[in-house]
């Protein structure tokens, strides 16, 4: 018995060394590690937002991201505010977090203003090295991205590329950004999504009325159960937002008429207004160009809605079916692509459309002169070189088939095509 005692506090002491040598080995490593990407053999010291140096070996122990974007992209820019919420509320509560911002800047001057709203650190703007190499590290492709890296995990499956839509999915509540944390997140948004109604999604426990015309009138949540219903994302001050809302206005007219045509009482179709408008001024007078409902002026059911369909542009239609589920994120593409026709969104719907839009490109031309551009254009499809795309012409998405310049990648939807013939286009 004695022997199998001392045994046992013979192993308890072996793991107490060994954790610790893990333990300072883990330090070791993580000071080494963030050493070795954002130091150089010249510099051991990033800034913060006042141009103050501070040591990379600082961020020992810390879940680190680092954000690469610039000043001269608006989606930087809308991101950068969400991200300050988050960073600031974090270290409000003691996490250890801190954030390196990875600079694309045109300039120094550009830098130092864009800097100057962060409140975390920075790899200096001179250092011209560091910053390609992690951008070539972590393959950046685009911007905003934040790379979110672990204080003792260096492993590739610890390192997350996503931190831009985690950040606007779940705020604060995705960190420490870890594998476990982020599936008890999804698990918990699998769950809510099936719990999901109509009620749930667009009343609180001090409102359970949408704003109407006039505004003063207050229409019952309840009286949109049954129906398909679009929330619109939008704001006065987003200038896509001002070209896509004479289409969906003139969209939202005909599915209303041809429900009537159709006479039955028991379908219907309504879009409700979440507003990002900078100040109640802006709100009311945009408010006032829509036949629809809204959600009152800053509410907070609109950020809640924001985060729990990760909406991170603007215009937004989501659609929700009459059983109160999501039936998509994407009606503000489907209507570019197939106008009214789109209505009801159902994916038996779209699978009908797609099949049928396959059947009129068999009549479509294989190649056209647009009045838009001086090279000729060839009708494509996602099998044969096409794919998701921003129309030249209308400016709005679109994916499936197009006709595309072979020369300069120039892409436009086969409804915008303005043909003229081959001469015309020569002589110019």
């Known amino acids: 018995m004695r022997n199998e005692v001392r045994l046992k506090e013979d192993e308890e002491q072996l793991m107490t060394t060994n954790g610790s040598s893990i333990s300072e080995h883990q330090k070791i490593s993580t000071s080494s590690r963030f050493s070795s990407l954002l130091a150089s053999k010249d510099r051991d010291y990033l800034l913060n937002q006042h141009g103050t140096q501070v040591k990379v070996s600082d961020?020992?122990?810390?879940?680190?991201?680092?954000?690469?974007?610039?000043?001269?992209?608006?989606?930087?820019?809308?991101?950068?505010?969400?991200?300050?919420?988050?960073?600031?509320?974090?270290?409000?509560?003691?996490?250890?977090?801190?954030?390196?911002?990875?600079?694309?800047?045109?300039?120094?001057?550009?830098?130092?203003?864009?800097?100057?709203?962060?409140?975390?650190?920075?790899?200096?703007?001179?250092?011209?090295?560091?910053?390609?190499?992690?951008?070539?590290?972590?393959?950046?492709?685009?911007?905003?991205?934040?790379?979110?890296?672990?204080?003792?995990?260096?492993?590739?499956?610890?390192?997350?590329?996503?931190?831009?839509?985690?950040?606007?999915?779940?705020?604060?509540?995705?960190?420490?950004?870890?594998?476990?944390?982020?599936?008890?997140?999804?698990?918990?948004?699998?769950?809510?999504?099936?719990?999901?109604?109509?009620?749930?999604?667009?009343?609180?426990?001090?409102?359970?009325?949408?704003?109407?015309?006039?505004?003063?009138?207050?229409?019952?949540?309840?009286?949109?159960?049954?129906?398909?219903?679009?929330?619109?994302?939008?704001?006065?001050?987003?200038?896509?937002?001002?070209?896509?809302?004479?289409?969906?206005?003139?969209i939202y007219q005909k599915i209303k008429q041809n429900l009537v045509e159709k006479g039955d009482a028991l379908e219907d179709f309504e879009v409700v207004f979440a507003s990002t408008d900078r100040d109640q001024t802006s709100f009311e007078s945009y408010f006032g160009t829509m036949p629809w409902l809204a959600l009152p002026f800053g509410d907070p059911t609109i950020k809640e809605l924001t985060k729990y369909f990760d909406v991170q542009g603007i215009p937004c239609l989501v659609i929700i079916g009459p059983e109160g589920k999501t039936v998509t994120k994407q009606g503000r593409n489907l209507i570019n692509l197939y106008q009214e026709n789109a209505y009801p969104f159902t994916e038996a719907k779209l699978e009908f459309l797609e099949k049928q839009m396959e059947e009129e490109a068999k009549n479509l031309p294989r190649s056209e002169f647009h009045v838009g551009h001086r090279h000729e254009l060839s009708l494509v499809s996602e099998g044969t070189g096409g794919g998701p795309f921003i129309c030249c012409d209308c400016d709005e998405q679109g994916s499936g088939w197009a006709y595309q310049c072979l020369e300069c990648g120039y892409e436009v939807h086969p409804k915008c095509v303005r043909a003229v013939d081959r001469g015309s286009m020569i002589q110019r």
């Open 59 to 250: 961020l020992e122990g810390k879940v680190t991201a680092l954000y690469f974007s610039a000043n001269w992209y608006p989606p930087c820019g809308n991101f950068t505010g969400v991200l300050v919420d988050v960073y600031e509320e974090l270290r409000n509560n003691g996490s250890d977090f801190e954030v390196v911002f990875v600079s694309s800047d045109e300039d120094l001057n550009a830098f130092n203003n864009y800097r100057a709203c962060m409140p975390w650190l920075a790899v200096p703007y001179s250092d011209l090295e560091t910053k390609k190499a992690l951008n070539r590290k972590f393959d950046i492709e685009g911007i905003p991205c934040l790379v979110v890296l672990q204080p003792y995990d260096d492993k590739d499956d610890a390192t997350l590329h996503d931190g831009v839509e985690l950040i606007y999915k779940y705020g604060i509540r995705a960190f420490p950004f870890t594998k476990e944390k982020l599936e008890e997140l999804q698990k918990e948004e699998k769950e809510k999504h099936e719990r999901q109604t109509l009620i749930n999604l667009l009343t609180n426990h001090d409102r359970g009325y949408l704003f109407g015309h006039p505004p003063s009138e207050k229409v019952p949540v309840s009286s949109l159960v049954g129906k398909t219903v679009g929330l619109y994302f939008s704001a006065r001050w987003c200038i896509p937002c001002e070209k896509f809302m004479p289409k969906l206005l003139s």
